[in-house]
């Protein structure tokens, strides 16, 4: 059997991505070339001129800032979501810097802090938005330290949805930049864009944009990790994937709170039905998946990711995988094998224990150009494999010549993946041909 599935659309592409790239920066930039080329830098103080260019371009930044987090599949092809996320974070970092600039910068300007005891209405809103910014950010920065559950989080943050409101009325009212009839339609553009795609995301998705499907079966893998599988709802075919994606998957079980969840789609995007996922227990959320039962309704929303051997053509392939960072990974080895390729592929799996390793039978049936290498970091005596953690030296031997020409798949812990990361250059593999995927968005 030899089916290629999921060829890359012409929205995977570099170009792509770059064009994307352009747009977004011409859509921040053009209010404030629109402002300047109005009201020019030269004719005004320097500090006021930043000080109100500041404003506009992290406002449009932050306008800017749902159509990263809609989870579009345009945007999300090019780069993958985590980086997209990555990027938001940043970009509502940068703006908020910027937006907090910009009434310091006024003040300044005027010799005078009047500015921050004003109390006219308008400007009193954008106090408030600057205010509400500001705690949406630091909160962002440090849900976790602080140790708040992840979904209160993301319920407070899309809170900001008031500082766009907030903010947009004060620049609209007191921007003297926005009185300008071609600033305002761009102004108002912006602003209309953004409140729908908050809509699109936190109104049509929750009701309309997620497939019902239900759980046909439960499975225990390991001592702590459960396979559910899925099948359609309503008759619909699944949405297909390619391997090593994942989706976003909301379980509704009876007496249990229902939130969405990213989990790696392990099965093969090939051959029949159903669809599964492999999940620790690990958290609030997951250390309940077992009491899963069939039956139990779900929603998903997906596939999404770059993680995926379909979208880099390679003669070879190195996989690394700790714990369930495999889940990905098998889900690439079936579709190998499903295919019929015979691309030789080394898979590196790492765990502590031998009851910690996962699809254990499986891997050890995988054709010969499939090699698996079990490497335990916390073995029994008995043990008579690799020890240790996987180092330069073990990916050495177990690969032979198959690194010069291998694009490298690696998923586990962040500190295992980072460690990779460095030790894969050390060894020559070129940057572009290392792809991975951190469980965290
Ligand atoms: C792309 C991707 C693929 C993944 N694939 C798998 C997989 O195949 N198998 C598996 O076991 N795990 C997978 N995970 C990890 C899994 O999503 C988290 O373990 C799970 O969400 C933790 O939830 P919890 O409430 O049990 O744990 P908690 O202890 O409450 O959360 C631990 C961390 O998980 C993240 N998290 C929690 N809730 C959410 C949420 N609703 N949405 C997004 N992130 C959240 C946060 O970073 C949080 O700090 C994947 C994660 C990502 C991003």
New binding site residues.
């Given amino acids: 059997m030899n089916i290629a599935i999921n060829k890359t659309t012409w929205y995977d592409s570099k170009m792509w991505g770059s064009l994307l790239l352009l747009v977004y920066t011409l859509l921040a930039m053009l209010p404030l070339a629109l402002a300047y080329s109005l009201n020019p830098v030269s004719g005004q103080p320097l500090l006021q001129a930043i000080g109100k260019g500041a404003g506009l371009l992290g406002f449009s930044l932050l306008m800017l800032q749902f159509t990263l987090g809609a989870r579009f599949h345009w945007i999300d092809q090019p780069y993958g979501?985590?980086q997209v996320m990555i990027f938001h974070k940043g970009m509502g970092i940068f703006a908020g810097a910027l937006i907090l600039l910009h009434p310091v910068l006024l003040a300044l300007s005027h010799g005078s802090w009047s500015l921050f005891v004003n109390t006219s209405w308008p400007i009193n809103f954008g106090k408030a938005a600057l205010l509400l910014l500001v705690l949406t950010i630091v909160l962002a920065l440090f849900f976790?330290k602080i140790h708040m559950?992840?979904?209160t989080w993301?319920f407070i943050h899309k809170g900001v949805i008031l500082v766009i409101i907030l903010g947009f009325v004060h620049s609209f009212i007191v921007g003297d930049d926005i009185q300008n009839t071609g600033m305002r339609a761009y102004w108002i553009a912006l602003f209309t864009i953004g409140i729908l795609i908050f809509l699109f995301r936190n109104v049509y998705v929750p009701l309309f944009g997620r497939q019902r499907v239900q759980v046909s079966s439960v499975s225990r893998e390991s001592h702590d990790?459960w396979t559910l599988a899925f099948e359609s709802k309503n008759g619909n075919a699944l949405p297909q994937h390619r391997p090593g994606q994942?989706w976003?998957l909301k379980l509704i079980r009876p007496g249990r709170s229902s939130?969405?969840?990213?989990?790696?789609i392990?099965s093969s995007p090939i051959g029949e039905p159903p669809m599964t996922?492999?999940?620790?227990?690990?958290?609030?959320?997951?250390?309940t998946i077992g009491k899963t039962q069939i039956g139990d309704q779900a929603r998903i929303e997906g596939p999404?990711?770059r993680?995926s051997l379909v979208n880099y053509p390679a003669k070879s392939f190195l996989f690394i995988a700790g714990g369930?960072g495999i889940?990905?990974i098998i889900s690439m080895l079936r579709y190998l094998h499903d295919t019929g390729d015979t691309r030789p592929a080394v898979l590196i799996y790492g765990n502590k224990k031998e009851e910690d390793i996962l699809f254990r039978d499986e891997l050890s049936d995988m054709p010969e150009h499939l090699k698996v290498v079990h490497v335990l970091s916390e073995p029994d005596s008995n043990w008579q494999g690799p020890k240790g953690h996987i180092a330069t030296d073990l990916i050495r031997q177990e690969t032979e010549n198959l690194l010069e020409k291998a694009d490298v798949f690696l998923c586990g812990p962040p500190v295992m993946m980072d460690k990779m990361i460095e030790t894969l250059k050390e060894l020559g593999v070129a940057g572009r041909h290392i792809h991975y995927?951190?469980?965290?968005?």
């Fill in positions: 979501l985590d976790k559950d992840y979904n993301r990790t994942f976003f939130e969405q969840h990213p989990f790696t392990s996922c492999t999940i620790k227990e690990s958290g609030n959320f997951t250390e999404f990711g993680f369930v889940t990905p995927e951190r469980f965290s968005i």
